[in-house]
């Protein structure tokens, strides 16, 4: 627990004012409570003795005051720690998204959405619910009971130290509590992160389950996680029952030691009935505190289990290392290089011994089996993922001496996995240039095709698009994608598998049109079809992560390896049709 | 599909307040669990009983055992007291647990009827918002009723229970004191309501800024590589601060209006005290006897505090109102389709399958495809040609009714598929999509999603007639090889091959192939050749590629354009016609001949 608060330390202390203000706040709330109940007992006293009534006029409209005085505090101190919350858990979720998006592919190729979501979500809340609420719940009573204590000592110092009786006894169930209980926050925060990844990928699978009309295997699915979860909780709740009710039975076990050894006291002669009546009206001084103390437990132990499954991600490292002094703000010329460079995920090899070069302008054709290497290699470019051995240069630097954003800012990529945003189709194509004017847009939509279709929606280009670009044909988005990466005009334009899904009529206009544009710029073009990649100065033929073949298409040819087999292949599907049909 | 749409920076207009009805649809959930009410208000009460007896115990030590020194009736009163304690402990645990129970029970409920209502809720649902909204509404906001539900209404009854008792005894004792303290509660009142309405309002902001937020954050998740690869990061962070202050501010402004409650009934409460005072020994001097004037006192506490408590329950049902009007408005989001009345399983299809006059399209202005006629004869396979955006996937959409046709008929088997349960219908279709999606778990799952009593050796079968079984042999725990959403490790061709093992497993009646093998490569196309064709043998099979080597094989080919069908025949046929498909083919020659 000390190390969680240690850990959170620099997200408290910019609001120290805050937290100082509101925790004296409920101090003097705290304080002041023991009034009401005193002068309470002060107009009944008189009540009974004398009928003074101004007395009991004065003593009320004091109540009346203080009253109002604490319920202003209470306000003070319930906005300002809400705030103080506010503030706490924005900054750690600003820092959790800007470590979200400082992590690199491997992280995201291995944790669900729904877990990283959960975190940002349910754990969060339980971090603030902690800062706004245990936070002041736990100085009101403890101020409460610290006073109480004082008091009864004042009052008799014998009756007072009964209360020693109780303290193992409370301590044993609250060290229990605490200790059974964090597990099992921990666990229902897990089992929470499962329930989500259940959700999330029902909804982004709905198309295939649809399509396989597997609703009742999923709703069964989702039901054992959904059962779990209760479950989980139902845990908690066994520890609360084992747990609380003890807790409360021993916070008023001290009543009846009050009321016994106060008894025997007053019949030995050392101490008065009055005495006895006024411990009596401290006495939910110490209950109360007692009682919420299995709460607070229950909250601190909650954010912790939370806060544990958070800094796991504030922790997280990225194997991207930036170097101090690195290359910023140059524009690229796109001069690549690649020197037997290997990249093995963890003990697999997916690329090996890779090298070519090209010059800026020139285009490079990758061509290969399904899962050769060729997505892999260029996103080694980008650095999303750091060579095992060998090195990458660009304009004959090393690519780690380049700024991170420096280096991804000159290269544009259309993945082949493609990603829409929930925006315009606009937005969509000046992701990467939010400030792009609209002439900009229309002339990077007109290159890659989009023009073509755009006039099918009602909105044209205002049209909103879901998310991963649903709604949209798998031709559609590819389009999308690359107007998104030309608008950006980086030195490395990178398409990989772009235009598969889009008819070899299309995908001939818009090479066509790509090459007018990309006299400066170096670009790779990843792809099945050779009509793709026959335009190339330089096609290399990928497998099980090496280059087997290398040249031009007319080189390729004259060779006749695996680039040859696939030419008269994608040709023989014509040559015996135009044969036979004309 | 609706013109304006849900994205992260529009706020979720609500269809339906929360109101009676909802109320009452969700007590219908927690009566379900009646027994569990009614034993935790048992268990309540006893030891409310209980409590009530300790005052009396105080009352008999010090007026009667003390001053006559009686140590046995000071021994059995605390025995008593602590008897006391035992039952109100034992009621407690009881308590606890049935509450927990109830709680928990009912969340689980709520959130499975959720779940598999969205089941049933056509593409559109899910095209039109952010996925990151419905998530939280599935897992968040049903969280947000735990405590409403667990604790709220069994104290609201408790706490009505013990103002009813207050009132009563203090309508026993002095009626004129009584109604003095009674006159404040329309004070009271007036505030709450006041409190309500505003809290009310602004919680609904909370729950749309809370709901942007998330989308942002989960939309941020899902293309943190693109990202990445425009680093964008800066600017998203941007978006993110805003969306955060937007909720931040909703949600301060809502704390706002909880941190009035308090205030306003305490103070209301205290004032109605001193009132009473007054009336009783200035207004009423020597009517009212001093014990009743000080009974009053302690009843006064007894009196407020269940209606602090009640206030503060019911802001908390406003809060989670919030919340629980954006669920009932998902859960009565009527599905498009759905089985009609009288809908019956469709028999084992042949594979006849009829369009009858079908037009269609997805936004009323925009027709997709008009008065479409086409027969497919049982075991043809038919292949759709045609621009982007024509209508073949369209087809594909209708004859597996994610939507219905506007007007016409799609009979399979002389069955109009309206008349069959969705169920049926779409369990012997085996449906390839262009969107290939791996769910998170082992690659022998994921195939075995097609057919869920699929053995091992038949899961390994299929995959070694999609030509995936050399890859994935290659990986590091080969078919137990954990893979996620994005596809660890596999590549855009892999998951297609994947896919492809995964429709073969179903061994459907009707096959459709939607662009099915784009991202695979030449050569293992051609070796998955032989395992298609021994696939779409028999079986009535719809083909779009814009690869030729399927198309090619199809008994028909039918060029879709302007709203129908252009062109229709064989291979053969069109190409003697000279038509639009012996213009693409020539086009795709010449595409392959010429060098650059």
């Not at chain 1, 303290?167 to 925060?189: D, G, Q, W």
């Not at chain 1, 650095?383 to 690519?399: H, K, V």
């Not at chain 2, 009352?59 to 007291?81: C, E, K, Q, T, W």
């Not at chain 2, 219908?425 to 998170?440: A, E, K, Y």
Request: glycine share 6%; net charge negative.
């Amino acid at each position: 627990m000390f190390k969680t608060f240690k850990a959170m330390k620099s997200y408290i202390q910019p609001y120290k004012k805050l937290y100082i203000s509101s925790a004296l706040m409920t101090l003097v709330f705290a304080l002041l409570a023991i009034v009401d109940p005193y002068l309470v007992g002060q107009i009944i006293d008189h009540v009974l003795t004398d009928q003074d009534t101004t007395f009991v006029i004065m003593g009320s409209l004091i109540i009346m005051g203080v009253t109002i005085f604490r319920t202003m505090l209470r306000y003070g101190y319930f906005v300002t720690f809400e705030k103080f919350s506010q503030k706490v858990v924005y900054d750690l979720r600003k820092d959790l998204y800007v470590k979200l998006q400082s992590l690199d592919f491997s992280y995201f190729d291995k944790t669900p959405n729904g877990q990283i979501m959960s975190k940002m979500t349910g754990d969060i809340e339980a971090i603030r619910h902690f800062f706004a609420w245990i936070t002041h719940v736990t100085i009101f009573h403890s101020v409460v009971f610290i006073i109480a204590i004082i008091a009864m000592f004042m009052i008799n110092p014998v009756l007072a130290s009964t209360l020693i009786l109780i303290v193992p006894f409370i301590t044993f169930f609250s060290i229990r509590l605490s200790k059974s209980v964090k597990p099992i926050f921990a666990e229902i925060r897990e089992q929470f992160s499962k329930l989500n990844t259940v959700v999330q990928e029902n909804i982004s699978g709905n198309k295939l389950v649809k399509a396989l009309a597997r609703e009742p295997y999923e709703i069964e699915k989702f039901q054992k996680e959904n059962e779990a979860y209760k479950e989980k909780n139902m845990d908690a709740a066994k520890v609360w029952e084992d747990n609380l009710p003890a807790l409360d039975a021993f916070a008023v076990l001290f009543n009846v030691v009050v009321l016994f050894v106060g008894s025997i006291l007053i019949l030995k002669g050392k101490m008065t009935i009055g005495e006895l009546v006024a411990f009596n009206r401290l006495l939910w001084m110490i209950n109360n505190p007692l009682r919420m103390l299995g709460w607070m437990i229950n909250g601190t132990q909650n954010f912790v289990a939370s806060f544990d499954r958070v800094k796991e991600l504030l922790d997280e490292k990225s194997d991207l290392i930036e170097h101090k002094e690195s290359i910023a703000h140059t524009h690229l010329k796109g001069y690549v290089r690649f020197e037997k460079v290997s990249f093995h995920y963890e003990d697999l090899p997916v690329l090996e011994d890779v090298s070519f070069e090209v010059n800026p302008g020139q285009t490079v054709g990758l061509l290969g089996s399904t899962g050769s290497g060729k997505s892999t290699l260029i996103s080694l470019i980008s650095r999303f993922y750091e060579a095992t051995s060998g090195q990458i240069l660009i304009d004959g630097e090393p690519i780690e001496s380049y700024d991170i954003y420096t280096l991804r800012n000159n290269i544009s990529i259309a993945m082949q996995d493609i990603f829409l945003f929930s925006d315009t189709i606009e937005g969509n194509i000046a992701y990467g240039v939010p400030d792009a004017s609209r002439i900009k847009v229309r002339l990077a939509a007109e290159i890659a095709g989009v023009n073509e279709f755009i006039h099918q929606f009602d909105d044209n280009y205002d049209t909103i698009v879901g998310e991963r670009g649903v709604g949209l044909s798998g031709g559609q988005r590819q389009r999308i994608a690359l107007a998104r990466a030309i608008i950006e005009d980086p030195a490395i334009l990178i398409l990989d598998d772009t235009t598969s899904a889009v008819d070899m009529e299309t995908e001939y206009k818009i090479l066509t049109e790509l090459k007018k544009i990309n006299e400066n710029r170096t670009t790779f073009i990843i792809a099945h079809r050779i009509s793709s990649v026959k335009d190339a100065d330089i096609i290399l033929v990928m497998d099980e992560g090496r280059i087997i073949e290398r040249g031009t298409h007319t080189s390729l040819l004259e060779e006749q390896g695996y680039y040859y087999d696939v030419f008269t292949q994608q040709m023989g599907e014509f040559d015996v049709e135009t044969r036979e049909g004309a | 599909m609706t013109k304006k749409r849900n994205t992260f920076g529009e706020d979720e207009l609500l269809d339906q307040e929360f109101n009676a009805t909802q109320l009452k649809k969700l007590l219908k959930y927690l009566f379900a669990y009646s027994k569990e009410v009614g034993l935790a208000l048992v268990v309540i009460l006893i030891s409310a009983v209980a409590n009530l007896v300790t005052p009396l115990l105080l009352r008999y030590v010090i007026d009667d055992f003390i001053p006559n020194h009686n140590i046995s009736g000071l021994i059995i009163a605390s025995l008593g007291f602590i008897g006391i304690i035992i039952i109100s402990t034992i009621s407690m645990k009881y308590r606890i647990r049935f509450m927990s129970r109830l709680g928990q029970n009912v969340i689980r409920d709520i959130r499975h009827d959720l779940f598999a209502h969205i089941q049933t809720l056509p593409f559109t649902f899910f095209d039109s918002r952010p996925h990151g909204k419905i998530l939280v509404r599935v897992v968040n906001y049903v969280n947000a009723l735990s405590e409403v539900l667990s604790n709220g209404f069994i104290n609201l009854i408790v706490d009505i229970f013990s103002f009813a008792m207050a009132l009563i005894i203090m309508l026993t004792m002095s009626l004129p004191l009584t109604f003095t303290v009674l006159a404040f509660v329309p004070f009271a009142f007036a505030g709450i309501t006041y409190v309500k309405n505003k809290q009310r309002k602004s919680m609904q902001e909370v729950s749309a800024k809370q709901s942007n937020m998330n989308a942002y954050i989960h939309e941020s998740i899902s293309g943190i590589k693109v990202t990445q690869s425009f680093t964008r990061e800066d600017v998203n962070l941007k978006v993110f601060e805003e969306l955060m202050d937007d909720y931040q501010d909703k949600w301060m402004e809502s704390r706002r209006y909880i941190a009035l409650i308090f205030p306003i009934v305490k103070n209301i409460s205290i004032m109605s005290q001193g009132t009473m005072l007054v009336v009783a020994l200035v207004l009423l001097k020597g009517q009212i006897t001093a014990g009743v004037v000080v009974a009053s006192l302690a009843y006064i506490g007894n009196f407020w505090m269940p209606l602090i408590n009640i206030s503060e329950f019911y802001n908390q049902l406003v809060s989670a109102s919030a919340y629980l009007e954006r669920i009932f408005e998902t859960i009565d989001i009527k599905a498009e389709i759905t089985n009609t009345k009288d809908a019956y399983d469709l028999p084992e299809v042949k594979g006849q399958i009829t369009f009858d006059h079908v037009t269609f399209g997805y936004e009323k202005d925009h027709v997709i495809l008009n008065d479409f006629c086409l027969d497919v004869q049982a075991g043809e396979t038919i292949a759709f040609v045609g621009p982007t955006g024509a209508g073949k996937t369209t087809v594909v959409n209708l004859i597996s009714r994610f939507y219905d046709v506007n007007t016409g008929a799609i009979r399979i088997d002389g069955h109009d598929i309206r008349d069959v349960t969705l169920h049926s219908l779409r369990g012997q279709l085996g449906i390839m999509m262009q969107d290939t999606f791996i769910f998170s778990g082992t690659i022998i799952d994921n195939i075995r999603y097609g057919r869920l009593d699929a053995s091992d050796e038949e899961v390994i079968a299929a995959a070694k007639t999609v030509k995936a079984h050399d890859f994935i042999m290659d990986m590091a725990e080969d078919y137990h090889t954990e893979v996620n959403e994005r596809g660890t490790r596999l590549s855009t061709g892999q998951r297609q091959l994947l896919s492809f093992a995964r429709a073969l497993l179903k061994d459907p009646k009707v096959l459709i192939l939607d662009e099915a093998t784009s991202s695979i490569d030449t050569q293992t196309e051609k070796a998955i050749q032989e395992g298609l064709d021994l696939l779409l043998t028999g079986r009535t099979s719809f083909v779009i590629a814009h690869r030729l080597s399927t198309i090619k094989k199809a008994n028909r080919i039918i060029v879709i354009n302007n709203k129908g069908i252009e062109e229709m025949g064989t291979h053969d046929e069109l190409m003697e016609n000279k038509g639009h498909y012996y213009e693409l083919y020539q086009a795709q020659v010449k595409f392959l001949q010429e060098v650059g």
